[in-house]
């Protein structure tokens, strides 16, 4: 009995210190693997420049519209008094638009995030909200990045923006970009307008048809009855004759 228990004891033990060993090996290596390429010097000035460069980062949020036999316009958001930009979502409702019809508008809402970092570091855009949305890119040659956000990929509610970028395993700290508050609304197709519309008008003349034919044999058949049949009319000619002579 205590042998087993003493036995149990021991794989206890083992499989604790292999869980921690396992979940702390990643960032062993990757403390190895950093200190193998940078001195701590050098990983202290990447680190450095790395927060330096979200300090200058472009953020542009606007308002695309797009209208029938129009150009697409853009329309610029500006932040309210608390700091927070307001972003509509709009769910097309229905039929499929279509672009071709008059009157046809697609407003998107959709925010421009650009920057300038180390050539070759990985840009990371993390929406923290009820289910962070993470966004990644990397930056080219010159060190330029840019990411284009849409607001249909956010639920509605309030969201908050970061970025963090990654050179080499060195990792700069999170920066704090923006407020957005996404407020969503459903707007019905234009192709489900004019479903609609021609669908009621062929109901209103199917009605004003079936009206009409009523009404045609409601008169026929009172016309056949207020005329009487033939045998009755030389009846009454013979009896108006006999009465003259």
Known sequence: MLRGVKKNM?????SFFLLIFLSTFPFVVQAANTSALFNPEEAMHITQTLNDDLQQIHLEPFTQVRQFKHATQQ?????NAQGEYILHR?????LSPS???VGYKKTDDLVRISGKTIPGAFVILIMHSNESIIDVTHADAQGKWNILLS???????E????????????RSDEHVIAQFVVLGSDTISNTTWIFLLS???LIVLLLIIVNVQF???????DRLLRTPPVAQQKDDLISVSMQKK
């Open 215 to 221: 009404h045609y044999r409601r008169l026929k058949q």
């Open 10 to 14: 021991i794989y206890s033990g083992f």
């Open 99 to 101: 672009a071709r019809l």
């Open 199 to 201: 669908t009621s008008v």
């Open 151 to 157: 607001v249909n990929t956010l639920t509605a509610g």
């Open 75 to 79: 329309q610029q958001i500006v932040p």
């Open 159 to 170: 969201h908050t923006a970061s970025i963090q970028t990654i050179y080499k395993d060195i």
């Open 90 to 94: 709009e769910s097309i409702v229905g």
